[in-house]
T-cell receptor, first 115, second 114 residues
Framework: DQQVKQNSPSLSVQEGRISILNCDYTNSMFDYFLWYKKYPAEGPTFLIS?????DKNEDGRFTVFLNKSAKHLSLHIVPSQPGDSAVYFCAASVSSGGSNYKLTFGKGTLLTVNP | NAGVTQTPKFRILKIGQSMTLQCTQDMNHNYMYWYRQDPGMGLKLIYYSVGAGITDKGEVPNGYNVSRSTTEDFPLRLELAAPSQTSVYFCASSYSGLRQDGYTFGSGTRLTVV
């Protein structure tokens, strides 16, 4: 049972355009969401996060939107740059006893930004 | 700071052999995790630890063992390696509870069982 779903295995965009990566989840108890970026032969690195009490969080070129009613979140990258080419993982967590620490990951989306 | 260090980076094992994947962090994080990533799949939690002396099973613990004798180290032991354990293994750590920056990951160990 896949609780965090990234239904697009890959996405290709032109440099300078917007990249939109999508993520759906099934567990309504998830209340904290993160995006990680992974280059080949490296570990994932944290990109941006959002709490369920918000519907948007922005950090420079990266914005995450959360639609709780649809159990959907998306990562927008504007403008996209060739260095953004990587695998992007969506992850989610449930607060338990005030401490949320276990992450459930999606399968990832390979983003390719073409010059 | 080194962050999370994993060794070795690559290893080929024969079926039935055993090995220990090493993981060390220097950030004084209480929480440590082992994940595996199979091709085309997301990361699946094998074991985790919320502090020295405390470990618990994750989603896919069978065939693995862990120990946490110090805050810094969280080794993962494979006994009787099987081809199904061919994967990339990531160790991660986090502050007590999830802060907004989530986990810090190591660079991974690529294991092939033949």
């Amino acid at each position: 049972d896949q609780q965090v779903k990234q239904n697009s295995p890959s996405l290709s965009v032109q440099e300078g355009r917007i990249s939109i990566l999508n993520c759906d989840y099934t567990n309504s108890m998830f209340d904290y969401f993160l995006w990680y970026k992974k280059y080949p032969a490296e570990g994932p690195t944290f990109l941006i996060s959002i709490s369920s009490i918000k519907d948007k969080n922005e950090d420079g070129r990266f914005t995450v939107f959360l639609n709780k009613s649809a159990k959907h979140l998306s990562l927008h990258i504007v403008p996209s740059q060739p260095g953004d080419s990587a695998v992007y993982f969506c992850a989610a967590s449930v607060s338990s006893g005030g401490s949320n620490y276990k992450l459930t990951f999606g399968k990832g989306t390979l983003l390719t930004v073409n010059p | 700071n080194a962050g999370v260090t994993q060794t070795p980076k690559f290893r080929i094992l024969k079926i039935g052999q055993s090995m220990t994947l090493q993981c060390t962090q220097d950030m004084n994080h209480n929480y440590m995790y082992w994940y595996r990533q199979d091709p085309g799949m997301g990361l699946k939690l094998i074991y985790y630890s919320v502090g020295a002396g405390i470990t618990d099973k994750g989603e896919v613990p069978n065939g693995y063992n862990v120990s946490r004798s110090t805050t810094e180290d969280f080794p993962l032991r494979l006994e009787l390696a099987a081809p199904s354990q061919t994967s990339v293994y990531f160790c991660a750590s986090s502050y007590s509870g999830l802060r907004q920056d989530g986990y810090t990951f190591g660079s991974g160990t690529r294991l092939t069982v033949v």
